[in-house]
């Protein structure tokens, strides 16, 4: 059947699964008793209990003498506007790019690292955790550019310098909290971070972003300067990490 643009009503969303052996993820919902999938990334975010207007495809399928029928999201509209880029294709079991392939490695490295770290299974100066501290630090210093007045009231282009004595991650259950050195300590325990490396997709990011900042995905798209999802070339993690810095600042993050 074609292409029907209708506004479905969502009474339940589960969580994205995977599927195949390349990576493919799913989302399965429920429309008025009946079941629905979409296999884009893109609109994850916005399969969400309530309306939806989106492009919807329903196809028969033949699977051992047995007629199957699926019911599909292609695309979402928000204010008109589709969220998902054309050029942004359903999962049809191509590899991921080296590119992405090693985004992949080095997160899951840095993950594996980090739960030897806070297991004791590494020391604070073995060369896994110095590898690791290096890492994060690389990522949390945001690399922004700012204006600065000079004495005479004119202005001048500045980029953020990072300050010469960095806070340096430290374990402890789960979560990563920044050590301050001792002459720029404030009084009482470093605030614990958000972990972000515990971020795996998209759709986890739009989440943690609504609990911590109360931003919508359109507002996540915006802080990371890109207008759809396929634009966006950092990891997850990373997107994290500069929305945290922009938003509450490298000391307040929760």
């Keep these: 059947m074609?292409?029907?643009?209708?506004?479905l009503t969502i009474q339940s969303v589960q969580e994205p699964k995977s599927f195949g052996t390349k990576g493919g993820q799913k989302v399965e919902f429920v429309c008025d008793t009946k079941k629905w999938v979409t296999f884009r990334k893109a609109l994850f975010p916005y399969i969400l209990v309530g309306e939806i207007d989106a492009d919807t495809e329903i196809k028969e399928r033949e699977v051992?003498?047995?007629t199957?029928?699926?019911?599909?999201?292609?695309?979402v509209y928000i204010d008109g506007k589709g969220?998902?880029?054309?050029?942004?294709?359903?999962?049809?079991?191509?590899?991921?790019?080296?590119?992405?392939r090693a985004s992949i490695e080095a997160q899951q490295a840095a993950e594996y690292?980090?739960?030897?770290w806070i297991a004791g299974k590494f020391l604070d100066d073995s060369p896994e955790v110095k590898a690791l501290r290096t890492w994060v630090l690389a990522r949390l210093t945001p690399q922004v550019s700012t204006k600065a007045e000079t004495s005479k009231g004119t202005e001048t282009s500045a980029v953020a310098k990072p300050p010469t004595k960095a806070a340096v991650p430290v374990a402890g259950a789960g979560e990563i909290t920044l050590a301050v050195p001792k002459e720029g300590m404030p009084e009482g325990k470093p605030k614990a971070r958000r972990d972000p490396m515990i971020l795996k997709n998209y759709t986890q990011l739009c989440k943690v972003c609504n609990e911590d900042f109360g931003l919508q995905p359109k507002d996540v798209l915006k802080e990371l300067g890109v207008s759809a999802q396929s634009e966006i070339t950092?990891?997850?993690p990373e997107c994290y990490m500069q929305i945290a810095a922009v938003m509450e600042g490298p000391k307040e993050l929760a």
């Design 2 to 7: 074609p292409t029907i643009r209708q506004k």
């Design 64 to 66: 051992d003498g047995n």
């Design 68 to 75: 199957y029928v699926d019911r599909i999201v292609s695309q």
């Design 83 to 100: 969220v998902a880029s054309q050029a942004q294709q359903t999962y049809r079991g191509d590899g991921d790019s080296p590119e992405k």
């Design 113 to 116: 690292t980090k739960d030897l």
């Design 234 to 236: 950092r990891t997850i």
